[in-house]
């Protein structure tokens, strides 16, 4: 840990010292913090005379003097919860900007009583922080990473909420005064928080909220266990038969409004979304992105990026004719790798002559040839392939129905939070596409990946590289920690 330093790291493990936590649980402790980690909890050095030890507390911030209670100790470092801030950071922090009750003991936002510009700086650093620590890659690789793209949306952008609950304990003292609790987890606990609202959320789930609640708190008694509820926000589906518009005292329904706004809480219902003009439609248990408002902006950047690279923006701008030798070619074809139901193999598509998408999901597979369909597009020169990345990519690529030519290809790499598996990177760098768009909710596991890329190509003697073009966080998550990153590399 930076904040520790690096003799005082070495230190503690010569002497064995990394697990001797210096005060005993539940001891309150008075702190001055010094930074943010990248999931937004604070850092603070024990004062002295105590040993170097960090402990993390959540919803507090750098120059804030806090109390804290230690409740969990770790490798050189505790946690804590917070008491209370003696001395505020004004005016970064301003309480009544939150708009939660739940704020400060829930664990889903942890920036509530920030500006949205200071979330949006924190984010960058978190994207800086992380190439810088998890990438291997020399600094002079590293381009600056650009301004996070803000979201339109800062509250009531979330589209889908996963309340859970636990059921009663079978017998005891505890089972007597015990109440079901439906809703989040508490911020560094595992017991359940009761919400009855969330603010990130969509009008129509926090509409839903009560009745859901209502239904699991009348029926408790016939689980047997603790259970997961999914709320998801949709567009109205139009009906496929026109016999479907018949309502059913015979005469034919009202016209649906095709933009009005549903919850759907069934996994296997479908849900519509759209994005900029294209239509999305998937089962609600499979992923799609969780805040609509930002994903025409995402899409139109990860276009934008590939066609027309900052070097030759750069060179417009100041008058510059670019010489066609210096000019890449424009690709012509796409791979969207974790493609989901499609997200950027449909928005892209228009800009490709050939589009393949390769997906784990068998069921987000269907629903992105449903979308072909759904919205016009030729299945000619589209194929969708259900399996893993790192098990069909390198045979995709070389099967001979489907030729993608690696100069005039681009790959959009958007794996899971894990990232993505080395054997996959392995067949990337030797296919050497023209052009690499790594998108990631992980921005440690992006950087890795990005490293171990860019490490691999120059290792493997085919004389193609890389270069790191540009960087940039995008506010999937507006008041949490969380931040989606957008890695482009271009073959040179
Ligand atoms: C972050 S999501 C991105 C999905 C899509 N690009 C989008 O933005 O809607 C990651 C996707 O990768 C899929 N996935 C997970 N492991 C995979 C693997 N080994 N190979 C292919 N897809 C995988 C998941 O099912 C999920 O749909």
Not at 94 to 105: E, M, N, Q, T
Not at 268 to 296: C, D, H, M, Y
């Amino acid at each position: 840990m930076a904040l520790l330093g690096s003799s005082a790291v070495e230190e503690a493990a010569r002497s064995r010292t990394e697990h001797v936590a210096p005060m005993p649980l539940y001891d309150e402790i008075e702190l001055v913090v010094s930074e943010l980690s990248s999931n937004g909890e604070s850092m603070s050095l024990l004062p002295s005379p105590y040993p170097p030890w960090v402990v993390m507390v959540p919803f507090a911030l750098p120059g804030e003097t806090i109390r804290a209670r230690v409740y969990r100790h770790g490798k050189m470092h505790s946690y804590g919860d917070l008491i209370s801030v003696i001395a505020p950071n004004n005016p970064l922090r301003d309480d009544s900007r939150v708009k939660c009750k739940y704020f400060g003991a829930c664990g889903g936002c942890q920036y509530q009583m920030l500006s949205y510009e200071t979330q949006l700086e924190l984010k960058k650093r978190v994207v800086e922080k992380a190439y810088e620590s998890f990438s291997g890659l020399e600094s002079i690789v590293v381009p600056s990473v650009l301004p996070t793209i803000a979201s339109p949306k800062q509250y009531g952008y979330r589209t889908k909420i996963t309340p859970h609950f636990d059921v009663p304990p079978k017998s005891g003292a505890k089972s007597k005064d015990w109440e079901v609790r439906i809703g989040f987890d508490q911020k560094g606990r595992r017991s359940v928080m009761d919400i009855e609202e969330c603010p990130i959320a969509t009008e129509v789930l926090n509409q839903e909220l009560p009745a859901t609640r209502d239904e699991v708190k009348r029926s408790i008694s016939t689980y047997k266990r603790g259970a997961t509820l999914l709320l998801r926000d949709s567009l109205v589906i139009p009906p496929k038969d026109p016999v479907d518009a018949i309502a059913s005292n015979g005469k034919p329904a009202t016209a649906p409004n095709h933009d009005e706004h549903i919850c759907i809480t069934s996994h296997k219902a479908q849900v519509r979304e759209r994005v900029g003009s294209t239509l999305f439609e998937f089962p609600a248990g499979s992923f799609f992105q969780n805040n609509n408002s930002i994903l025409e902006p995402l899409t139109s950047y990860v276009r934008d990026a590939i066609f027309s690279p900052p070097l030759l923006i750069n060179a417009a701008a100041e008058g510059a004719s670019v010489p066609d030798s210096q000019s890449p070619r424009a690709p012509t074809h796409l791979v969207d790798t974790y493609c989901g139901s499609g997200l950027f193999s449909l928005t892209l598509s228009p800009y490709f002559a050939h589009v393949a998408g390769i997906e784990i999901d068998a069921a987000s597979i269907r629903a992105a040839k449903h979308n072909l369909a759904l919205n016009g597009l030729p299945e000619s020169k589209h194929a969708f392939h259900a399996g893993k990345s790192e098990d069909i990519f390198a045979s995709v690529l070389l099967s001979s129905s489907e030729t993608f030519p690696p100069q005039d290809t681009v790959v959009v790499i958007d794996p899971p939070r894990k990232g993505c598996d080395e054997s996959f990177i392995d067949q990337v760098v030797k296919f050497g596409p023209a052009v690499l768009v790594y998108v990631s909710c992980n921005v440690h596991t992006q950087a890795r990946d990005v490293g171990m890329l860019l490490r691999k190509t120059e290792a493997s003697g085919e004389g193609t590289k890389y270069v790191l073009e540009s960087l940039r966080g995008f506010d999937l998550f507006p008041q949490t920690a969380h931040v989606e990153s957008v890695a482009v590399l271009r073959r040179r």
